[in-house]
T-cell receptor, first 113, second 111 residues
């Protein structure tokens, strides 16, 4: 009963490095999304997807790329990391039906130096 | 100004107390309101879901929505140390998956 699995749990990057945060869900959810959580800012939506091959931008998409080749996986790519991207990143998924709750992973804590 | 405002706390109460957590919002299109609970170093989990104005009760938890005042509340009765967490309000206009979150209120219930 894994739910939403995020890897890695922790990561330290240098400015300018790239990396991919992994997210996988085993609930056959159509909808997947990435949020970042910062003190005083709450959870902010970065990108989301309503199914394989379909992605769209959220509130704070700059500096991030996503793709959705399968229903299960929704990786988030940082192209050239900046200190402003230091944050806790959460992946969440749900069914695409009315009132379906979001299921969150346990987050990736990213520090960019 | 943020669309959703929430006092960050921390709020510290003794075990058994009634806790009141609140959010205000500015977007009158919001109709669906949620409360998520987030334990330290974990992802948020859905606690309560309400539609439009009114009250909804689930065990020790009651969610209240006052759309005329753009104000929502979560009440926790007989609070327990296991209720110590951050509580985030969230809302959406169309009942879909794109939620707007408050910043969260940190609650500590002390023995």
């Amino acid at each position: 009963n894994a739910g939403v699995t995020q890897t890695p749990k922790f990561q330290v990057l240098k400015t300018g490095q790239s990396m991919t945060l992994q997210c996988a869900q085993d609930m056959n959810h159509e909808y997947m999304s990435w949020y970042r959580q910062d003190p005083g800012m709450g959870l902010r939506l970065i990108h989301y997807s309503v199914g394989a091959g379909i992605t769209d931008q959220g509130e704070v998409p700059n500096g991030y790329n996503v793709s959705r080749s399968t229903t299960e996986d929704f990786p988030l790519r940082l192209l050239s990391a900046a200190p402003s991207q230091t944050s806790v990143y959460f992946c969440a998924s749900s069914q695409i039906i009315f009132n379906s709750p979001l299921h969150f992973g346990n987050g990736t804590r990213l520090t960019v130096t | 100004q943020k669309e959703v405002e929430q006092d960050p706390g921390p709020l510290s109460v003794p075990e058994g107390a009634i806790v009141s957590l609140n959010c205000t919002y500015s977007n009158s299109a919001f109709q669906y309101f949620m409360w998520y609970r987030q334990y330290s170093r974990k992802g948020p989990e859905l606690l309560m879901y309400t539609y439009s104005s009114g009250n909804k009760e689930d065990g020790r938890f009651t969610a209240q929505v006052d759309k005329s005042s753009k104000y929502i509340s979560l009440f926790i009765r007989d609070s327990q140390p296991s209720d110590s967490a951050t509580y985030l309000c969230a809302m959406t206009a169309g009942g879909g998956n794109k939620l707007t979150f408050g910043t969260g209120t940190q609650l500590k219930v002390e023995l």
